[in-house]
């Protein structure tokens, strides 16, 4: 049905409602002032009952017209669940149809439990055996939104009063229904910052569903008949194209085969147990805007890629069903308010990294309690660690003694930047070692390089400022990359993939091995620019914060003990210190600027905070700190370990105490561990609502008894 025909069906629906409503009540008037001896004076019962039946008839047509799921209704009102769903028809399913639940199900095991190996190293772990708990929290509020299917029941103040007094992380299960609340919430939008697992999720989800469709002893989100993930790197190539729904789910996705009419009733008729995930939505070109007009209400209308996830987000679009958006959160800034619930992914707790360790050297159990527990010596490598991307990291680095058993010889890891210059000269020295070349120095073998690798960083570069991930053959050729695959391979994966609408018809694609490695190369790059031209990417930072990453290694890069060679060759390694300066200087003005946007101002410090840790550099976190007044803030700021580390090094160099205030900051013990180190740096100390435990108290403890400083504890 047309919009305009809908819209004029729906008012005559309703004009018909009313004026059906205002019969009855009425009618129902006068016979209550008949039953009450008031039939002189029946025009009061006459005209409250004739606006009572107007409403009572206007909300039936609007429960009719929206179709609210008895599940639904069932999580709002009724108190006994076991109950509830007695009088809820089984749904036959068609062969046809589960059929292709099954190819679906398949398809997602295939896809995600592909082997990860980690290039240089001798190790294949599959997502099954590597996954580890991650700690996700509440962020910022989850909101009311009448125009949804599902009506949530809590005033916001009530829902952000629970959220604040949270004690445990959420699990994946509970992302669509929060606990104690009874309503679920079809909209979720997942946030975390570089390499902190939100795709790996996404993933794991599709398997768990897979999995349980499969195999009926594991029933796992047995509420969902359908399970569509789609990656936004992928799905990039449509962004100025038009396409409808029905062909990303069916063309891009999962072919029905001959079914195709029947899944899509059953897309249409059963969208509540449907599942959307779409994983990174900050590599998006464009800033994404729930606020715009072009709604899409039919599946099989061809649209913009940002129209049709838009109508999703909005229940425009197959209505009811449950959609999941994972991304940085400094793209998300501006639509997480467009959804019923907004989390964040903090990475690992101290569980978690002792599970991953343990997972991953699971064939010599004594060395991974020796790196866990060398880890736990080290607080700055261990809430590094609290990232997933550079916990594996770590532990390729511990893999290269693992045969000796000297732990003693592991190198000094203080800093992202240091960690993946790390893995980038093994690399190398991999890629080397393969080609049986002759050079045997590290620094001939750059030498021998060094063109190259500024070719591979100008792609990233460039490749980040335009939000591109996945690079063709004729992007390679455009940098003079294409006889030179075996190197590549240290950085790029390559795929084969088919040709949309054509069933023979392949082609290659080439991707970074993780988003943080592109954003590396990008940072070397990037320090050979113009002071003018790392000005003017300011404004890119200011739109979407895309180089947020960028400028973490970009600060820590000239400051890497010993230089990084590749450096040394372009550049004097003091005039690269002197941009780092630089940018800092204009992120610090952009701030004050920016008094108004709290939450871009949060996000803001936290880099800021970053590349002052990854400089090492005393001056940097001077500069830094010249975003604080008189009070370091970051109440309300989600926290994981790595920002608290570096929070720690802003602290080192205060030349005078502060107070600092971390209220609402999901800390934890780790994250108080490590503020507890640079208390002596506070006057003032604030951890209302966070959560705090005995652990976290006898860190508090401990760190008060040395104290001279702090007068205020809260």
């Not at 999901?666 to 100390?685: A, G, H, R, S, W």
Request: aromatic share 10%; proline share 3%.
């Amino acid at each position: 049905m047309e919009p305009c025909q809908r819209n004029s069906t729906l008012i005559s629906a309703y004009g018909l409602a009313i004026t059906l409503g205002s019969l009855i009540g009425s009618a129902l008037g006068v016979g209550v002032a008949f039953a009450f001896g008031q039939s002189k004076s029946s025009a009061p019962f006459v005209s409250i009952g004739t606006a009572f039946g107007a409403v009572i008839a206007v909300l039936v047509v609007v429960c009719k017209q929206r179709k609210i799921p008895k599940c639904c209704w069932k999580k709002q009102f009724t108190d006994d669940d076991s109950s509830a769903y007695e009088h809820v028809p089984l749904v036959k399913v068609d062969p046809a149809h589960l059929t292709y639940i099954k190819r679906l199900a398949a398809y997602h095991i295939s896809g995600s439990f592909l082997y990860r190996e980690d290039v240089g190293f001798q190790r294949t772990i599959t997502l099954d055996e590597a996954y580890t708990q991650l700690v996700i929290e509440d962020a910022w509020k989850t909101r009311t939104r009448s125009t949804s299917k599902c009506v949530e029941v809590p005033d916001l103040p009530l829902q952000r009063n629970y959220i604040k007094e949270a004690k445990r992380p959420i699990v994946i299960k509970e992302l669509f229904s929060q606990l104690g609340e009874r309503v679920y919430k079809p909209t979720v939008l997942v946030l975390g910052h570089a390499g902190i697992g939100k795709s790996v999720m996404a993933e794991r989800i599709v398997c768990e569903w897979a999995n349980g469709m499969l195999d009926s002893a594991a029933k796992a989100y047995d509420n969902f008949n359908m399970v569509f993930l789609f990656k936004f790197k992928y799905l990039k190539k449509f962004e100025n194209e038009k396409i409808s729904l029905k062909s990303l789910l069916f063309d891009v996705h999962t072919s029905p085969g001959s079914s195709e009419q029947v899944i899509l009733n059953s897309l249409q008729n059963e969208a509540e147990k449907v599942l959307i995930i779409f994983d990174g939505l900050d590599e998006l070109n464009k800033v994404f805007q729930c606020a715009a007009t072009t709604l899409v209400t039919n599946i099989e209308t061809e649209a913009l890629l940002e129209d049709i996830l838009r109508s999703l987000i909005m229940g425009k679009l197959l209505s009811g069903a449950y959609i999941l958006v994972t991304s940085r959160p400094s793209a998300a800034i501006t639509i997480a308010d467009d959804f019923h619930r907004v989390v964040e992914i903090l990475g690992f707790s101290e569980e978690g990294v002792h599970a991953y360790v343990t997972k991953y050297f699971s064939d010599d159990v004594p060395f991974s309690e020796s790196v866990f527990a060398h880890l736990k010596s080290n607080l700055i490598v261990f809430s590094l660690c609290s990232i997933p991307v550079s916990c594996r990291l770590v532990c390729q680095v511990y893999d290269e003694h693992q045969s000796t058993h000297r732990l003693q010889a592991f190198p000094e890891l203080t800093t992202m930047t240091a960690l993946y210059t790390r893995v980038f000269c093994r690399l190398v020295k991999h890629h080397h070692h393969n080609q049986s070349s002759s050079l045997t120095k590290f620094e001939d073998i750059m030498h021998s390089i060094y063109e190259l690798v500024f070719k591979v960083a100008k792609m990233a570069y460039e490749g980040v400022l335009e939000r591109k991930l996945v690079f063709s053959e004729e992007d390679l050729a455009s940098y003079g990359l294409q006889d030179e695959l075996t190197f590549l391979s240290c950085f790029l994966s390559c795929s084969r993939e088919r040709v949309l609408y054509s069933d023979d018809e392949w082609k290659c694609s080439y991707i970074f091995h993780h988003l943080t490695v592109q954003e590396y190369l990008a940072a070397i790059s990037l320090l050979f620019y113009t002071k003018e031209s790392i000005v003017e990417n300011v404004k890119v930072f200011q739109n979407d914060g895309r180089m947020e990453i960028v400028y973490r290694f970009f600060s820590g890069l000239p400051f890497i003990k010993p230089p990084l060679l590749i450096l040394e060759l372009k550049d004097d390694i003091t005039l690269l210190r002197d941009k780092v300066r630089m940018l800092v200087s204009e992120l610090n003005s952009f701030y004050k600027s920016n008094s108004k946007r709290k939450r871009e101002q949060k996000e803001l410090v936290k880099t800021l905070m970053h590349m002052a840790l990854e400089s090492q550099d005393s001056d940097i976190a001077k500069d830094a700190l010249a975003v604080f007044m008189t009070e370091i803030d970051l109440s309300e700021c989600v926290l994981n370990a790595a920002d608290c580390t570096a929070l720690r090094f802003l602290l080192q160099n205060l030349e005078t105490p502060m107070t600092v205030t971390l209220d609402h900051c999901t800390m934890d013990d780790i994250n108080v561990q490590v503020v507890c180190d640079q208390m002596d740096k506070m006057d003032t100390l604030s951890l209302s609502r966070n959560r705090i435990t005995v652990q976290s108290l006898l860190y508090l403890a401990e760190a008060l008894a040395k104290n001279s400083t702090l007068v205020s504890l809260q």
